[in-house]
Structure formats: C-alpha cells, structure tokens
C-alpha cells in the first residue's frame, strides 16, 4: 500500500479530506522518530514499537574477499510488532 493508498483509506474512515489524513500521517511520523530519538522507545499500541538498540563492535568478513574486518558498534532503530498484531494477522493460536 503507497502512502497515497493509506491518505486515501484513512480519509474515507475519517471523513476527512486527503489533505487532513497526510497530515495526520505525517504528524504521527515526526512524533514517532522524536520520541525515538529522546527516549529510546515508541510505543503505538496495538501495533508495536519502535526501539533504539546497540549494537556491540564485532569481527565479520568481507563476503568479495574473504578478508575478516571489524564491524565498529553502532546504534540501530527496530520495530518490534505487538502481540495484538500478530495475533490480527496470523490468528491467534
């Protein structure tokens, strides 16, 4: 589903027009990656949440050469899916 799909969708459920709906989305968008960012967490609930994550430095290999590098420490952003969500798509068991 594009961006335009869901502005779509969402105005229709909302009774809005299209212009309100991509600011909503984009709103919740920029409160999501700020909230990331300070506390290290975004909860959506019912959905998942966005999570700040460290990762140690580690040995890895260079899949061209074979030669073995050091892959410096870094800190990533993942999404960890709710229980609720799964269970909406994969049935709950």
């Known amino acids: 589903m594009t961006k335009t799909q869901l502005q779509t969708e969402l105005a ?12 909503f989305l984009d709103t919740l968008t ?16 019912g959905f998942g949440k966005l999570v700040k994550q460290k ?3 580690r040995k890895g290999r260079n899949p ?6 050091k892959i410096p420490a870094k800190t990533v952003v993942k ?4 229980k609720a969500a799964k269970d ?6």
């Open 79 to 82: 999404f960890r899916i709710g």
């Open 55 to 57: 990762r140690k430095a």
């Open 64 to 69: 061209a050469t074979g030669e073995a590098i």
């Open 12 to 23: 229709e459920a909302t009774e809005t027009s299209r212009k309100v709906a991509g600011l």
């Open 30 to 45: 920029s409160i999501a990656y700020r909230e990331t960012k300070r506390k290290g967490e975004f909860v959506l609930p």
């Open 88 to 93: 909406a798509v994969l049935g709950a068991k």
